[in-house]
Every structure is written in C-alpha cells, then in structure tokens.
C-alpha cells in the first residue's frame, strides 16, 4: 500500500476533501502504464489470438436491461441495521465473522433474523441491537433528462454486450462460437468496500461473451492447440493438476469449448508475472453459483490477503438472450451457418476484474531485498510501467546532453524515463520500485566508444551495449 501511494501506482479518488467516499481509487501515473499494459495483453493474448471482437458500450442503461437480466430483483446483499447508531453491516459477512458460521448469500431474512437472536449478535460501535435485516440493492440508480425516467450505471460490463447482440451478430456475419468482449467501468454500491483495488464501487471489467450453440460445444478444432495446457482445477475441495485434454477426459470440465477458453486465460495470466502456483480454478458449489449456470469456475489468486477471486467462469446458458427476448419482445434466435440449424445461443463468459488483476500481480511481484537493502517489484517486462532508465552519471562533460538525446530517441519507442537527480545509487532504487527491468546509464566511457551501461534491476548485473544496439536490446527483452 505504501509503495502504491508513494510510487504513483494508486491513491484515493478525492482525498483533499472530507467527504470522499470510499470505494473509489485513481490510478496515477505507474498505476495507469501498468493497467493499459495489461490490457495490451489482454487483447493480445486473449482478444487477438482467438479473432474475437471488441466493443465498447454504454456504462448508463435504461430500466428495462434490469428487469430482464433479474438485478433489479435480485441484485440484493442482506444487511442488517443498529437499532441505537444506524451503523449498518453486510449480514452474512457480519455473522460469518462473530460465529464462523459460513452464510449463504442467499440466506433469507428470517434465516438471518434467526441466527443473530440465537447468537445475540450486538452492533460492534455500540453494542445496541438490530433492526430486522432488509436486502440492499447495489445498483446506482440515475435520472435520465428533465423528466428523470429511471435508469441504471451498469453493475457488470456483460449487459452491453447481450442486448446488442442482434446487431453485432448481423455486422459480423453471423457466425457461431462467436466470442464478443468488451473493457468497461462497472459500478456497485458495496456496501463495504475495502483493500483498495479489491472491492470497489468503481471498478474495470474485462469481459469476454462466447455465443455458441448447445449442440456443438464439442466441435471446435482450435481446441486442438490447447489441449496440452496445464490446469490446476479444485472441485469439491481436492486439487486436480491436469492437462485441458484429461479435464474433459475426467469430467472436471464439461466440454471443448469450456476447456479452450479456460485454457486461454490460464495461458495468459501465465504470460503476467503472477506465480500460477498460487493459482487455481475453483469449482463453485450449486449454493454459491448463480441457478442459470450450469457450470462456475472462479478463477482465484492466492495474495497477502487470502485467495481472492480475479474472473468468474460461467456457462450461462440461454438465460440472458431468452430474458432480454421476452422483455424487449424481439426476436434473438439466429441460424448458424454450420449448421442451418435456428439456436438460442448460449452463452459461455469470462468475466475479468482488471483491478483485482493489478493488485494481485503487484502482490506477486513485491520483493524485498534484505541483503541489498531495496524495495524491488519483479514485474514481467512486458508490464512494467516503465521498461528502461535512462540516466547520465554526471551531468557535466557533455554527459547530460548525451542522456538526454539516448532518451528522446528512446520514448517515442518504449516507455522510457530520464532522471538525472540525486545519486545514481538512489535513481535505480526508485526505478526498482516501480518495476522497470533495465537502467541504461551514461558514463564517461560512453563519450570515447559510444556505449552506455545497461543494469538489470533483479541481478543489479550490468553489460556495456553499443547506443546503436539499445534498441536491438529491448526489443529482445520487453
Ligand atoms: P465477489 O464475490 O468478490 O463480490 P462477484 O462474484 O460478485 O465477486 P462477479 O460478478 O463474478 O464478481 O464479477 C466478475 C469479476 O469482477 C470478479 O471476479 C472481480 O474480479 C470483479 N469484481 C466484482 N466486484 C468487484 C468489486 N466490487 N471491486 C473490484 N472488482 C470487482
């Protein structure tokens, strides 16, 4: 956290005044380099090697998408409410915490009312008692134009994607598996919102929509280039390490379809500096999954502050577009051309959260070097917000100018960062903290041969490279 603050990774969204909410975070400047670097990969790897397509939609929505897709009713976390000081609690958590009595989320109210007079559970500010518990929708409502028809921020990024799909389906030439995704705020009204990036009530989504059709989830040749990927799956609390090909062959992974995107986003976390070692797929039970999905992987993380959940993995089904069908009264079915069969296509999503993503790698990569007495984040280089230092020794004898112009050649290619203040000792110790793997030094040598130190910042072992070559360098190492 206090590197976060202090290095420009995050910081609390309106902090000089009072009010400020909670929930909300800004990315400064190393912070927003390390998330668009993530979604860089994130396309790439996921977005760019499955031809999927991208869109950007709407954050504000009209009423009717709630109705359809159940928020408006079901959207509800259980609170309860002291009765003496109005503090409020999220009740199954609240319970879970003074008994280690795990709750469903589900639990109705009575069930709730129960367990808090059978544990005479008291407000912890003042010890008074509770009101009956009531649910809490968590969306934000908004008013839309002088006549304040009533409308929602959306509460996952997912929606955009079902209700337009008519159209981008007919734009795209109507083809299935056709996987749709899209980057976007999502917004809920946690009711408590905590760990910074971790529960906010502003947050990114990186979602990823699969239509398909039912009847041919097995039919899916590309399956073939990730059959090989390892998997650590845990269903019902055993762990199983296993290839996509036997997670099918087992039944820990219902289909080929399933296991692909799976697999891709393994493949791809892999690729973000987090220890897949801390890592698993988790099956969610029937109490914990939503009762459309017939099959729920959270895909979790194993950080300094327990396993948190990065994406959720869901088969939805046909839930989504027969709901938005019998609202909106249009029509959703479409042929697929393999077939010429019409299908209601289900769908399968990977819904990432983006923040929770940038805190567990930070998480990851966090070292603390005792023996050389800094601070270093491992960052992959790829994701680092700044991939290369440069520095001038001395900023006399011509050293300075020579930096300066190594740096202007430099950042219109890479993220580069030129600093010439304090000792060199502390310029790298402030570039280690922000996770840049390479910084390039200007030194007197550098006037008669034209080559400049490059320092790897986690060996501190350095190389003299012609200032010709320093671009052949980093490309072959970003
Ligand atoms: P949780 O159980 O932790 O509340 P969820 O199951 O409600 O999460 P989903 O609705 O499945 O989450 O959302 C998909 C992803 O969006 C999550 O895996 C997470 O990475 C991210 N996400 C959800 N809620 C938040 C939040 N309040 N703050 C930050 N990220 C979030």
Redesign the pocket.
Known sequence: MKLALERGFYFPSCEIYADAHA?FWEYGPTGNNLKNKFIELWRRELLRRDDMIEIDGSQIMSKSVFVASGHLDNFTDPIIKCKKCGATFRADRFITEKTGKEIPELLSGNEIDKIINEYKLRCTRCSGSFHESERFNMMFKVEIGPSKEEAYLRP?TCQTIFVGFPRIFKTMRGRLPLAVAQLGK?F?N?IA?RQS?????E?Y?A?IEVFCNPNRLNELPKFDQVKDTPLLLSIKNSSHSVNAEDAIRKGYLPNKLVAYYISLLSLFYSKTGINMERTRFRQLSDEEKAFYASTAF??EVETSIGW?????C?YRSDYDLKRHGEISKQNLHVIDPSDNTKVLPHLFEL???I???IYSILDHSYYEDTEAERVVLKLVPQLAPVLVGVFPLVTKDGLREKAQNIYSELKLDYSAFYDESGSIGRRYRRLEEIGAPFALTVDNQTMKDDTVTIRYRDTMLQERVKVSEISVFLDANK
Do not use: K
């Open positions: 929930g996952e999502s809920r946690e919102p990036l971790f529960r906010l009530r947050f989504q979602e959270d895909f948190i959940e990065l994406v959720a869901n819904s990432m959260g923040d929770r993503s």
